[in-house]
């Protein structure tokens, strides 16, 4: 069967914050009053509240931890804000993704509470260059879940086997997408994780533009 559908994550595959996001951390937790909150303790918080509206339950979280009377909201909004305004597509995805919605239909699956992803999404323009984007906020789970893959293949209508999965993260992208049945493309370089074998190609993310609607041609 040949492909007929591609889906994508978001972060790290189709846009790149301009700034670290260790410093935007950093920077919101200062401005909202809080006390300093450590990269890796939100990752871990991150992937607790794959489900939810806001950041609002992962700072609640990381508060908790330094007993800090800081309301959560605050950082959340601040966080928010700021890696919005930071975040920007990689350089020709956006013509990549009309060129590729003339032969197929293209999806995007991405982990993280709703607003905070939507906002994104509005701030790059894009609500239009997906026949269906989902959130996991939106969703009963986030990736590596099959739920949420499931998800995607149903507003895609497509059926796993006929559907690529575009993602850099080994753990969410490439385990999720390969364990629901579709064929996963790993976005690759130095931010990345290593090549995962259970990828069918590794792509450098600045050539994605380029390589993938090749590679799709060939399957």
Known sequence: MSVSAVGFDL???????TRDRETILSEAAAAAGAPPLSREAYLRAH???L??????PIF????????????????????????????????????????????????LLTNGP???QEDKIDKLGWRDHFDTALVTGALPAGKPDVRSF???????DTSPEETVYVG???????????????LPVQVVGEDCDDPDPRAIAHIPRDALPTRLP?????L
Do not use: C, F, K, W
């Not at 993260?169 to 999720?176: K, N, P, Q, R």
């Not at 090749?214 to 060939?218: G, K, Q």
């Open 11 to 17: 972060d790290y595959t189709l846009a790149v914050p």
């Open 47 to 49: 992937q607790e509240n």
């Open 51 to 56: 489900t939810r509206e806001t950041r609002a």
């Open 60 to 107: 609640e979280d990381l508060l908790a931890e330094h007993d800090s009377p800081v309301d959560p909201e605050h950082v959340a909004t601040a966080y928010r804000e700021r890696i919005t305004d930071a975040v920007v597509p990689v350089g020709g995805v956006e013509a990549m993704l009309t060129g590729l919605r003339t032969t197929y239909r293209v999806g």
């Open 114 to 116: 709703v607003v905070a």
């Open 150 to 156: 499931e998800a995607l293949l149903d507003g895609l």
């Open 168 to 182: 850099d993260s080994v753990h969410h992208d490439i385990a999720g997408a390969h364990d629901a049945g579709m």
């Open 214 to 218: 090749e590679l799709l041609a060939d």
